[in-house]
């Protein structure tokens, strides 16, 4: 059975940093790109950072580069996301996704996400 699980969200204040956990389970870990989306309260979901298997290619949203780092460790099956330089609009429901192509399948994975919040 698959699954991951966040961790790491909070409330912050503007400027503030978090750093969020995704670990995961059930699955072969170095074989996924994994990533993290957000989706604030009345909005769509939206990619926010991406990492690949061996962690050799990072793509970011415009709007948290150079403020968010995505990076992964494989012998701990966690991905992580470094969260600098906070602002109000980051504040979202932060989700983990597990992604792997094979033999023309995609198999997706998603956690149960956790709540960033930013306010003074």
């Known amino acids: 059975q698959v699954q991951l699980v966040e961790s790491g969200g909070g409330l912050v204040q503007p400027g503030g940093s978090l750093k969020l956990s995704c670990v995961a389970s059930?699955?072969?870990?170095?074989?996924?790109?994994m990533s993290w989306y957000r989706q604030a309260a009345g909005e769509e979901r939206e990619l926010v950072a991406a990492?690949?298997?061996?962690?050799?290619?990072?793509n970011y949203a415009d709007s948290v580069k150079g403020r968010f780092i995505i990076s992964r460790d494989n012998a701990k099956n966690t991905v992580y996301l470094q969260m600098n330089s906070l602002k109000p609009e980051d504040t979202a429901m932060y989700y983990c996704?597990?992604?792997?192509?094979?033999?023309?399948?995609?198999?997706?994975?998603w956690g149960q996400g956790t709540q960033v919040t930013v306010s003074s």
């Open positions: 996704k597990a992604k792997k192509r094979s033999y023309g399948a995609e198999y997706d994975y």
């Open positions: 059930g699955v072969l870990f170095n074989t996924y790109d």
């Open positions: 990492i690949s298997q061996l962690g050799g290619v990072r």
